[in-house]
Protein backbone atom coordinates (compact mmCIF):
# COMPACT_ATOMS: atom_id res chain seq x y z
CA UNK A 1 0.00 0.00 0.00
CA UNK A 2 1.09 3.58 -0.82
CA UNK A 3 1.05 6.32 2.17
CA UNK A 4 1.48 9.95 2.57
CA UNK A 5 3.60 10.61 5.17
CA UNK A 6 3.29 14.27 6.20
CA UNK A 7 6.27 15.37 8.30
CA UNK A 8 5.74 18.14 10.91
CA UNK A 9 7.79 20.15 13.22
CA UNK A 10 6.80 20.55 16.09
CA UNK A 11 8.17 24.01 17.87
CA UNK A 12 9.80 22.19 21.20
CA UNK A 13 11.05 19.51 18.86
CA UNK A 14 14.27 21.41 17.38
CA UNK A 15 14.49 24.57 19.20
CA UNK A 16 17.46 24.17 21.77
CA UNK A 17 19.86 22.34 19.47
CA UNK A 18 22.78 23.96 18.58
CA UNK A 19 23.99 24.60 14.67
CA UNK A 20 26.35 21.46 14.59
CA UNK A 21 23.68 19.40 16.37
CA UNK A 22 20.93 20.81 14.19
CA UNK A 23 23.70 19.94 11.25
CA UNK A 24 24.25 16.22 12.30
CA UNK A 25 20.67 15.88 12.59
CA UNK A 26 19.95 16.74 9.08
CA UNK A 27 22.81 14.11 8.00
CA UNK A 28 21.25 11.34 10.33
CA UNK A 29 17.57 12.15 8.09
CA UNK A 30 19.15 12.34 4.71
CA UNK A 31 21.21 8.82 5.00
CA UNK A 32 18.19 7.49 6.75
CA UNK A 33 15.86 8.69 3.79
CA UNK A 34 18.82 7.54 1.29
CA UNK A 35 18.80 3.75 2.54
CA UNK A 36 14.79 3.46 2.75
CA UNK A 37 15.07 5.08 -1.05
CA UNK A 38 17.06 2.47 -1.55
CA UNK A 39 15.39 -0.39 -0.47
CA UNK A 40 11.81 0.97 -2.07
CA UNK A 41 10.34 1.87 0.86
CA UNK A 42 10.15 5.63 0.44
CA UNK A 43 9.06 6.40 -3.20
CA UNK A 44 9.30 10.20 -3.17
CA UNK A 45 9.51 13.16 -1.29
CA UNK A 46 10.62 16.76 -0.41
CA UNK A 47 11.67 18.89 2.21
CA UNK A 48 9.76 22.18 1.97
CA UNK A 49 10.21 25.74 2.80
CA UNK A 50 8.99 27.22 5.94
CA UNK A 51 5.71 28.45 6.24
CA UNK A 52 6.23 32.05 6.03
CA UNK A 53 6.36 30.80 2.05
CA UNK A 54 3.10 29.43 2.21
CA UNK A 55 0.33 30.95 -0.53
CA UNK A 56 -3.27 29.65 0.18
CA UNK A 57 -5.61 29.62 -2.41
CA UNK A 58 -9.38 28.67 -1.75
CA UNK A 59 -11.52 28.26 -4.62
CA UNK A 60 -15.14 28.27 -4.45
CA UNK A 61 -18.11 26.06 -6.36
CA UNK A 62 -18.20 29.76 -8.60
CA UNK A 63 -14.86 29.40 -9.24
CA UNK A 64 -13.85 32.43 -7.32
CA UNK A 65 -10.19 32.20 -5.92
CA UNK A 66 -9.07 33.86 -2.86
CA UNK A 67 -5.65 33.95 -2.48
CA UNK A 68 -4.11 34.66 0.77
CA UNK A 69 -0.76 34.78 2.89
CA UNK A 70 0.12 31.90 4.91
CA UNK A 71 -0.54 27.98 5.09
CA UNK A 72 -4.33 26.79 5.54
CA UNK A 73 -3.85 25.33 9.05
CA UNK A 74 -2.42 27.90 11.58
CA UNK A 75 -1.24 25.24 13.84
CA UNK A 76 1.91 24.96 16.49
CA UNK A 77 3.05 21.94 14.49
CA UNK A 78 4.02 23.50 10.56
CA UNK A 79 4.13 21.09 8.12
CA UNK A 80 7.77 20.46 6.58
CA UNK A 81 7.87 17.91 4.32
CA UNK A 82 6.38 15.15 2.89
CA UNK A 83 7.41 11.76 1.98
CA UNK A 84 6.05 9.26 -0.57
CA UNK A 85 6.29 5.69 0.92
CA UNK A 86 5.09 2.53 -0.53
CA UNK A 87 4.73 -0.99 2.26
CA UNK A 88 2.80 -3.89 2.74
CA UNK A 89 0.14 -2.18 5.31
CA UNK A 90 0.15 -0.18 8.69
CA UNK A 91 1.66 -1.88 10.40
CA UNK A 92 4.92 -1.85 8.29
CA UNK A 93 4.42 1.90 7.70
CA UNK A 94 4.23 2.55 11.97
CA UNK A 95 7.40 0.67 11.91
CA UNK A 96 8.91 2.76 9.42
CA UNK A 97 7.73 5.77 10.79
CA UNK A 98 8.95 5.06 14.26
CA UNK A 99 12.49 5.12 13.00
CA UNK A 100 12.41 8.97 11.97
CA UNK A 101 15.70 10.18 13.05
CA UNK A 102 14.61 13.51 14.25
CA UNK A 103 12.21 14.69 17.15
CA UNK A 104 8.91 15.27 14.78
CA UNK A 105 5.46 14.67 14.36
CA UNK A 106 4.59 12.76 11.78
CA UNK A 107 1.11 11.76 10.10
CA UNK A 108 0.49 8.65 8.20
CA UNK A 109 -2.00 9.00 5.38
CA UNK A 110 -3.36 5.92 3.32
CA UNK A 111 -3.39 7.16 -0.21
CA UNK A 112 -6.15 6.62 -2.99
CA UNK A 113 -4.75 4.79 -5.58
CA UNK A 114 -6.66 5.64 -9.02
CA UNK A 115 -4.34 3.87 -11.42
CA UNK B 1 -43.45 -25.50 33.45
CA UNK B 2 -41.80 -25.27 36.52
CA UNK B 3 -40.18 -28.95 36.59
CA UNK B 4 -38.69 -28.28 33.06
CA UNK B 5 -36.59 -24.84 34.23
CA UNK B 6 -33.94 -26.25 35.85
CA UNK B 7 -32.98 -28.32 32.79
CA UNK B 8 -34.23 -25.70 30.46
CA UNK B 9 -31.21 -23.18 32.07
CA UNK B 10 -28.69 -25.79 31.82
CA UNK B 11 -29.38 -26.13 28.32
CA UNK B 12 -30.04 -22.24 27.78
CA UNK B 13 -26.70 -21.87 29.60
CA UNK B 14 -24.94 -24.15 27.64
CA UNK B 15 -25.92 -22.68 24.70
CA UNK B 16 -24.69 -19.28 25.66
CA UNK B 17 -21.28 -20.81 26.24
CA UNK B 18 -21.63 -22.90 22.82
CA UNK B 19 -22.62 -19.49 20.95
CA UNK B 20 -19.95 -17.19 22.44
CA UNK B 21 -17.08 -19.51 21.85
CA UNK B 22 -18.24 -20.36 18.39
CA UNK B 23 -19.59 -17.27 16.84
CA UNK B 24 -16.29 -15.33 17.49
CA UNK B 25 -14.05 -18.50 16.66
CA UNK B 26 -16.31 -18.56 13.03
CA UNK B 27 -16.39 -14.26 12.33
CA UNK B 28 -12.72 -14.48 12.85
CA UNK B 29 -11.91 -16.80 10.60
CA UNK B 30 -13.85 -16.02 7.98
CA UNK B 31 -12.61 -12.39 8.49
CA UNK B 32 -9.45 -13.90 7.37
CA UNK B 33 -10.88 -15.65 4.47
CA UNK B 34 -13.43 -12.88 2.85
CA UNK B 35 -11.53 -9.90 4.48
CA UNK B 36 -14.88 -8.40 4.87
CA UNK B 37 -16.22 -7.59 8.80
CA UNK B 38 -19.71 -6.53 7.98
CA UNK B 39 -20.14 -10.00 5.46
CA UNK B 40 -18.45 -12.35 8.17
CA UNK B 41 -20.45 -11.55 11.05
CA UNK B 42 -23.79 -11.47 8.51
CA UNK B 43 -22.90 -14.71 7.71
CA UNK B 44 -22.22 -16.20 11.47
CA UNK B 45 -25.73 -14.14 12.76
CA UNK B 46 -27.75 -16.51 9.66
CA UNK B 47 -25.94 -19.36 10.72
CA UNK B 48 -26.93 -19.02 14.45
CA UNK B 49 -30.46 -18.18 13.89
CA UNK B 50 -31.19 -21.33 11.78
CA UNK B 51 -29.21 -23.02 14.97
CA UNK B 52 -31.48 -21.38 17.87
CA UNK B 53 -34.60 -22.58 15.41
CA UNK B 54 -33.05 -26.34 14.85
CA UNK B 55 -31.61 -27.21 18.28
CA UNK B 56 -34.60 -26.54 20.40
CA UNK B 57 -36.83 -28.78 18.11
CA UNK B 58 -33.84 -31.47 17.33
CA UNK B 59 -31.78 -31.04 20.55
CA UNK B 60 -28.06 -30.08 20.47
CA UNK B 61 -26.01 -31.57 18.02
CA UNK B 62 -22.95 -33.69 19.43
CA UNK B 63 -20.58 -30.82 18.35
CA UNK B 64 -22.08 -27.68 18.39
CA UNK B 65 -19.59 -25.84 16.50
CA UNK B 66 -18.71 -28.17 13.99
CA UNK B 67 -22.65 -27.62 12.75
CA UNK B 68 -21.97 -23.98 12.68
CA UNK B 69 -19.21 -24.32 10.54
CA UNK B 70 -20.89 -26.10 7.81
CA UNK B 71 -24.04 -23.97 8.23
CA UNK B 72 -21.96 -20.90 7.79
CA UNK B 73 -19.47 -22.35 5.30
CA UNK B 74 -22.55 -23.19 3.27
CA UNK B 75 -24.44 -19.88 3.43
CA UNK B 76 -20.89 -18.20 2.50
CA UNK B 77 -20.20 -20.01 -0.39
CA UNK B 78 -23.99 -19.68 -1.43
CA UNK B 79 -23.40 -15.38 -0.73
CA UNK B 80 -19.84 -15.59 -2.87
CA UNK B 81 -21.19 -17.41 -6.05
CA UNK B 82 -23.76 -15.04 -6.55
CA UNK B 83 -21.00 -11.57 -5.71
CA UNK B 84 -19.51 -10.68 -8.66
CA UNK B 85 -16.47 -9.08 -6.66
CA UNK B 86 -15.33 -13.28 -5.30
CA UNK B 87 -16.19 -14.54 -8.21
CA UNK B 88 -12.30 -14.67 -9.49
CA UNK B 89 -11.13 -15.83 -5.55
CA UNK B 90 -14.00 -18.16 -5.55
CA UNK B 91 -12.31 -21.52 -5.70
CA UNK B 92 -9.64 -20.30 -3.45
CA UNK B 93 -11.95 -19.03 -1.01
CA UNK B 94 -13.94 -22.32 -1.28
CA UNK B 95 -11.27 -24.35 -0.43
CA UNK B 96 -9.80 -22.15 2.66
CA UNK B 97 -13.35 -22.53 4.07
CA UNK B 98 -13.22 -25.86 4.48
CA UNK B 99 -9.62 -25.87 5.88
CA UNK B 100 -11.26 -23.54 8.76
CA UNK B 101 -10.33 -25.18 11.90
CA UNK B 102 -13.01 -25.61 14.16
CA UNK B 103 -11.72 -26.32 17.93
CA UNK B 104 -13.76 -28.88 18.60
CA UNK B 105 -14.22 -29.96 14.85
CA UNK B 106 -11.31 -32.88 14.40
CA UNK B 107 -9.14 -30.83 12.18
CA UNK B 108 -6.61 -31.54 10.19
CA UNK B 109 -3.99 -29.16 11.03
CA UNK B 110 -3.16 -29.37 14.38
CA UNK B 111 -1.42 -26.36 14.60
CA UNK B 112 -4.17 -24.15 12.91
CA UNK B 113 -4.11 -20.95 14.67
CA UNK B 114 -7.11 -20.16 16.39
CA UNK B 115 -8.10 -16.84 14.15
CA UNK B 116 -9.62 -15.23 17.37
CA UNK B 117 -6.02 -13.90 18.51
CA UNK B 118 -6.08 -12.10 14.99
CA UNK B 119 -9.54 -10.33 15.81
CA UNK B 120 -8.80 -9.38 18.79
CA UNK B 121 -5.04 -7.35 18.07
CA UNK B 122 -6.79 -6.04 14.89
CA UNK B 123 -9.90 -4.80 17.21
CA UNK B 124 -7.24 -3.23 19.68
CA UNK B 125 -4.99 -1.94 17.11
CA UNK B 126 -3.19 1.35 18.25
CA UNK B 127 -4.31 3.12 14.98
CA UNK B 128 -8.32 3.09 16.17
CA UNK B 129 -9.38 5.32 19.50
CA UNK B 130 -9.34 4.02 22.60
CA UNK B 131 -13.61 4.24 22.70
CA UNK B 132 -13.55 2.68 19.12
CA UNK B 133 -11.03 -0.39 20.60
CA UNK B 134 -13.58 -0.96 22.88
CA UNK B 135 -17.19 -1.04 21.37
CA UNK B 136 -15.15 -3.28 18.25
CA UNK B 137 -13.70 -6.07 20.81
CA UNK B 138 -17.20 -6.41 22.39
CA UNK B 139 -19.29 -6.06 19.68
CA UNK B 140 -16.80 -8.57 17.03
CA UNK B 141 -15.09 -11.27 19.59
CA UNK B 142 -17.67 -11.11 22.53
CA UNK B 143 -20.83 -10.49 19.92
CA UNK B 144 -22.40 -8.19 22.44
CA UNK B 145 -25.01 -6.55 20.23
CA UNK B 146 -24.86 -2.72 19.74
CA UNK B 147 -27.93 -1.92 22.69
CA UNK B 148 -26.17 -3.87 24.82
CA UNK B 149 -22.47 -2.30 24.28
CA UNK B 150 -24.53 1.21 24.42
CA UNK B 151 -26.24 0.68 27.54
CA UNK B 152 -23.07 -0.69 28.92
CA UNK B 153 -21.38 2.17 28.83
CA UNK B 154 -24.12 4.70 29.10
CA UNK B 155 -23.50 5.81 25.34
CA UNK B 156 -26.45 6.70 22.91
CA UNK B 157 -26.82 2.98 20.72
CA UNK B 158 -26.16 5.59 17.57
CA UNK B 159 -22.68 6.90 18.93
CA UNK B 160 -21.51 2.99 19.07
CA UNK B 161 -22.91 2.10 16.28
CA UNK B 162 -21.24 4.87 14.50
CA UNK B 163 -18.03 3.75 16.52
CA UNK B 164 -17.72 0.71 15.02
CA UNK B 165 -18.81 1.78 11.65
CA UNK B 166 -15.79 3.99 11.64
CA UNK B 167 -13.67 1.31 13.17
CA UNK B 168 -13.92 -0.81 11.05
CA UNK B 169 -13.82 1.65 7.61
CA UNK B 170 -10.28 2.37 9.12
CA UNK B 171 -8.80 -0.95 9.16
CA UNK B 172 -9.62 -1.08 5.85
CA UNK B 173 -9.17 1.80 4.05
CA UNK B 174 -6.02 2.60 6.32
CA UNK B 175 -4.57 -1.33 5.62
CA UNK B 176 -4.63 -1.89 9.29
CA UNK B 177 -3.40 -6.12 8.98
CA UNK B 178 -5.36 -8.74 9.94
CA UNK B 179 -2.75 -10.32 12.37
CA UNK B 180 -0.88 -11.40 15.08
CA UNK B 181 2.05 -8.54 15.90
CA UNK B 182 5.41 -10.28 15.76
CA UNK B 183 8.19 -10.51 18.43
CA UNK B 184 9.26 -6.78 18.68
CA UNK B 185 6.04 -5.12 18.72
CA UNK B 186 4.19 -8.32 20.28
CA UNK B 187 4.85 -6.95 24.34
CA UNK B 188 3.69 -2.82 23.59
CA UNK B 189 0.34 -4.66 21.03
CA UNK B 190 -0.29 -7.19 23.79
CA UNK B 191 -0.06 -4.03 26.28
CA UNK B 192 -2.78 -2.51 24.74
CA UNK B 193 -4.88 -5.36 24.37
CA UNK B 194 -4.77 -5.97 28.04
CA UNK B 195 -5.51 -2.29 29.12
CA UNK B 196 -9.14 -2.69 26.54
CA UNK B 197 -9.79 -5.70 28.57
CA UNK B 198 -8.94 -4.58 32.02
CA UNK B 199 -11.08 -0.92 30.77
CA UNK B 200 -13.62 -3.09 29.84
CA UNK B 201 -13.70 -4.86 33.31
CA UNK B 202 -13.29 -1.72 35.68
CA UNK B 203 -16.16 -0.17 33.69
CA UNK B 204 -18.50 -2.96 34.31
CA UNK B 205 -16.85 -3.70 38.31
CA UNK B 206 -17.49 -0.04 39.45
CA UNK B 207 -20.95 -0.10 38.60
CA UNK B 208 -23.00 0.15 41.23
CA UNK B 209 -25.44 -3.22 41.51
CA UNK B 210 -29.20 -0.66 41.11
CA UNK B 211 -27.98 0.19 37.12
CA UNK B 212 -28.95 -1.62 34.10
CA UNK B 213 -27.60 -5.41 34.43
CA UNK B 214 -25.26 -4.84 31.52
CA UNK B 215 -23.43 -3.07 33.62
CA UNK B 216 -22.39 -5.45 35.78
CA UNK B 217 -22.69 -8.03 33.41
CA UNK B 218 -20.00 -5.90 31.98
CA UNK B 219 -17.15 -7.44 34.22
CA UNK B 220 -17.48 -11.07 33.90
CA UNK B 221 -17.57 -10.69 30.14
CA UNK B 222 -14.53 -8.79 30.28
CA UNK B 223 -13.23 -11.75 32.48
CA UNK B 224 -14.02 -14.27 29.79
CA UNK B 225 -12.23 -12.22 27.31
CA UNK B 226 -9.37 -12.74 29.47
CA UNK B 227 -9.97 -16.22 29.46
CA UNK B 228 -10.10 -16.78 26.06
CA UNK B 229 -6.48 -14.28 25.44
CA UNK B 230 -4.90 -16.37 28.46
CA UNK B 231 -6.31 -19.53 26.89
CA UNK B 232 -4.77 -18.81 22.96
CA UNK B 233 -1.58 -17.14 24.73
CA UNK B 234 -0.73 -19.64 27.44
CA UNK B 235 2.99 -18.63 26.95
CA UNK B 236 2.31 -14.42 27.90
CA UNK B 237 2.17 -14.37 32.03
CA UNK B 238 0.80 -10.97 31.93
CA UNK B 239 -2.59 -12.39 30.21
CA UNK B 240 -2.52 -14.71 32.90
CA UNK B 241 -1.60 -12.43 35.61
CA UNK B 242 -4.72 -10.15 34.10
CA UNK B 243 -6.57 -12.96 34.37
CA UNK B 244 -6.13 -13.97 37.74
CA UNK B 245 -6.84 -10.07 38.85
CA UNK B 246 -10.33 -10.22 37.47
CA UNK B 247 -11.37 -13.34 39.24
CA UNK B 248 -10.01 -12.42 42.30
CA UNK B 249 -12.03 -8.87 42.03
CA UNK B 250 -15.11 -11.07 40.93
CA UNK B 251 -14.71 -13.45 43.74
CA UNK B 252 -15.19 -10.73 46.21
CA UNK B 253 -17.68 -8.67 44.24
CA UNK B 254 -21.02 -9.79 46.21
CA UNK B 255 -19.37 -8.41 49.44
CA UNK B 256 -19.22 -4.90 47.70
CA UNK B 257 -22.60 -4.10 47.76
CA UNK B 258 -24.82 -3.87 51.09
CA UNK B 259 -28.63 -5.26 50.24
CA UNK B 260 -29.51 -1.65 49.73
CA UNK B 261 -27.13 -1.01 46.84
CA UNK B 262 -24.80 1.13 48.93
CA UNK B 263 -20.70 0.29 48.29
CA UNK B 264 -18.48 -1.69 51.27
CA UNK B 265 -15.31 -0.97 51.21
CA UNK B 266 -12.94 -3.42 52.41
CA UNK B 267 -12.21 -2.79 55.58
CA UNK B 268 -15.82 -3.33 56.25
CA UNK B 269 -16.82 -6.22 53.89
CA UNK B 270 -17.79 -9.85 55.60
CA UNK B 271 -15.00 -11.99 54.53
CA UNK B 272 -17.24 -14.89 54.62
CA UNK B 273 -18.97 -13.90 52.17
CA UNK B 274 -16.41 -13.91 49.55
CA UNK B 275 -15.70 -16.69 47.37
CA UNK B 276 -12.69 -18.78 48.75
CA UNK B 277 -12.58 -21.21 46.51
CA UNK B 278 -12.65 -19.12 43.33
CA UNK B 279 -9.69 -17.11 45.17
CA UNK B 280 -7.87 -20.14 46.24
CA UNK B 281 -7.89 -21.03 42.18
CA UNK B 282 -7.00 -17.66 41.12
CA UNK B 283 -3.96 -17.32 43.22
CA UNK B 284 -2.92 -20.41 42.17
CA UNK B 285 -3.62 -19.21 38.57
CA UNK B 286 -1.32 -15.95 39.43
CA UNK B 287 1.20 -17.82 41.30
CA UNK B 288 1.93 -19.74 37.61
CA UNK B 289 2.35 -16.33 35.91
CA UNK B 290 4.99 -15.47 38.19
CA UNK B 291 6.75 -18.71 37.95
CA UNK B 292 7.15 -17.80 34.31
CA UNK B 293 9.97 -15.32 35.79
CA UNK B 294 8.50 -12.02 33.44
CA UNK B 295 6.78 -10.20 36.16
CA UNK B 296 4.57 -7.49 34.81
CA UNK B 297 1.87 -4.48 36.04
CA UNK B 298 -1.15 -6.95 36.04
CA UNK B 299 0.87 -10.14 37.62
CA UNK B 300 1.97 -7.05 40.66
CA UNK B 301 -1.75 -5.72 41.44
CA UNK B 302 -3.04 -9.32 41.42
CA UNK B 303 -0.57 -9.97 43.45
CA UNK B 304 -1.76 -7.18 45.60
CA UNK B 305 -5.53 -8.32 45.52
CA UNK B 306 -4.13 -11.65 46.24
CA UNK B 307 -2.42 -10.63 49.54
CA UNK B 308 -6.01 -8.85 50.79
CA UNK B 309 -7.51 -11.51 49.94
CA UNK B 310 -5.57 -13.73 51.87
CA UNK B 311 -5.62 -11.85 55.14
CA UNK B 312 -8.31 -12.71 57.70
CA UNK B 313 -9.52 -9.44 58.67
CA UNK B 314 -8.51 -6.15 57.76
CA UNK B 315 -6.08 -5.48 60.72
CA UNK B 316 -4.44 -8.82 60.11
CA UNK B 317 -3.46 -7.69 56.18
CA UNK B 318 -0.19 -8.00 55.40
CA UNK B 319 0.89 -4.55 54.64
CA UNK B 320 4.70 -4.47 54.61
CA UNK B 321 4.03 -7.14 51.68
CA UNK B 322 1.33 -4.69 50.48
CA UNK B 323 3.49 -1.71 50.42
CA UNK B 324 6.51 -3.61 48.59
CA UNK B 325 4.44 -4.90 45.91
CA UNK B 326 3.08 -1.27 45.62
CA UNK B 327 6.64 -0.04 45.04
CA UNK B 328 7.66 -2.47 42.57
CA UNK B 329 4.25 -1.86 40.69
CA UNK B 330 5.14 2.09 41.02
CA UNK B 331 8.55 1.31 39.07
CA UNK B 332 6.98 -0.66 36.37
CA UNK B 333 4.35 2.14 36.04
CA UNK B 334 4.68 5.40 37.65
CA UNK B 335 1.54 6.69 37.76
CA UNK B 336 -0.51 9.13 40.64
CA UNK B 337 -3.00 6.83 41.00
CA UNK B 338 -0.51 3.76 41.74
CA UNK B 339 1.28 6.19 44.58
CA UNK B 340 -2.52 7.43 45.42
CA UNK B 341 -2.90 3.44 46.69
CA UNK B 342 0.25 3.03 47.80
CA UNK B 343 -0.03 6.10 50.07
CA UNK B 344 -2.66 4.47 51.53
CA UNK B 345 -0.97 1.25 52.30
CA UNK B 346 1.71 3.55 54.13
CA UNK B 347 -0.88 4.61 55.84
CA UNK B 348 -2.20 1.69 57.51
CA UNK B 349 2.08 0.37 57.77
CA UNK B 350 3.13 3.77 59.73
CA UNK B 351 -0.09 5.85 60.48
CA UNK B 352 -2.20 8.24 59.13
CA UNK B 353 0.40 10.90 59.28
CA UNK B 354 2.76 8.96 56.71
CA UNK B 355 0.07 8.69 54.38
CA UNK B 356 -0.95 11.97 54.06
CA UNK B 357 2.85 12.88 53.39
CA UNK B 358 2.85 10.10 51.03
CA UNK B 359 -0.23 11.79 49.12
CA UNK B 360 0.83 15.24 49.53
CA UNK B 361 3.14 15.31 46.48
CA UNK B 362 -0.61 14.32 44.20
CA UNK B 363 -2.20 17.06 45.05
CA UNK B 364 -1.63 19.02 41.54
CA UNK B 365 -1.80 15.70 39.45
CA UNK B 366 -5.23 13.73 41.56
CA UNK B 367 -6.66 17.56 42.19
CA UNK B 368 -9.67 16.50 39.47
CA UNK B 369 -9.99 12.90 40.87
CA UNK B 370 -12.48 11.91 43.42
CA UNK B 371 -10.55 8.95 45.63
CA UNK B 372 -7.68 11.61 46.16
CA UNK B 373 -10.02 13.57 47.82
CA UNK B 374 -11.75 10.53 49.44
CA UNK B 375 -8.58 9.22 50.63
CA UNK B 376 -7.65 12.61 52.06
CA UNK B 377 -10.90 12.78 54.32
CA UNK B 378 -10.26 9.14 55.42
CA UNK B 379 -6.60 10.20 56.57
CA UNK B 380 -7.44 13.33 58.21
CA UNK B 381 -10.74 11.52 60.35
CA UNK B 382 -8.25 9.29 61.85
CA UNK B 383 -6.09 12.02 63.00
CA UNK B 384 -9.39 14.25 64.07
CA UNK B 385 -9.11 16.91 61.82
CA UNK B 386 -12.64 16.47 61.10
CA UNK B 387 -13.19 20.12 59.29
CA UNK B 388 -10.23 19.59 56.71
CA UNK B 389 -11.45 15.90 56.38
CA UNK B 390 -14.93 17.55 55.63
CA UNK B 391 -13.21 20.17 52.93
CA UNK B 392 -11.75 17.25 51.30
CA UNK B 393 -14.97 15.38 51.28
CA UNK B 394 -16.99 17.92 49.51
CA UNK B 395 -14.14 18.42 47.15
CA UNK B 396 -14.46 14.52 46.45
CA UNK B 397 -18.21 14.70 46.15
CA UNK B 398 -19.01 16.45 42.27
CA UNK B 399 -16.07 14.59 41.03
CA UNK B 400 -17.82 11.29 41.11
CA UNK B 401 -21.39 10.15 39.41
CA UNK B 402 -20.74 7.12 40.84
CA UNK B 403 -24.14 6.87 42.54
CA UNK B 404 -22.65 4.26 45.16
CA UNK B 405 -19.68 6.11 45.77
CA UNK B 406 -21.55 9.61 46.48
CA UNK B 407 -23.89 7.97 48.97
CA UNK B 408 -20.46 7.00 50.65
CA UNK B 409 -19.34 10.42 50.76
CA UNK B 410 -22.74 12.01 51.41
CA UNK B 411 -23.06 10.04 54.63
CA UNK B 412 -19.54 10.68 55.49
CA UNK B 413 -20.32 14.42 55.35
CA UNK B 414 -23.56 14.11 57.45
CA UNK B 415 -22.10 12.07 60.37
CA UNK B 416 -18.57 14.00 60.72
CA UNK B 417 -19.71 17.01 62.09
Known amino acids: ?76 EVVGGYALIDVADLDEAIALVSQWPAPDILEIRPIIDRM | MAPDRPTRTVVDAQLAETVREERGRLVASLVRILGDWDLAEELVQEALVTALETWPRDGMPRNPGAWLLTAARRRAIDRLRRDARYRDRLALIGEELRTVAGPSVESADPLAQDDRLRLIFTCCHPALAREAQVALTLRTVLGLETPAVARAFLVPEATIAQRIVRAK ?57 ASLLARLMPDEPEAI ?79 IEIVALYDRLLSLTPTPVVALNRALAVAELEGPEAGLAALAPLADRLDAYHLYHAARGVLLRRLGRVEEARAAERRALPLTANPAERRLLEERLNVGS
Open chain 1, 1 to 76: MKYMVLIANSEEGWTGLSETEQRELYGRISSWWDEQAKAGRIVGGHQLQGPETATTIRRDMAGTATVTDGPFLEAK
Open chain 2, 169 to 225: RKIRDAGIPYRVPEAPELPARLGQVLSVLYLVFNEGYLASSGESPERRELASDAAWL
Open chain 2, 241 to 319: GLLALMRLHLARADARFAIDGSLVLLPDQDRGAWDHEAIAAATELLARSLRMGRPGPYQLQAAIVACHAAAPSYGATDW
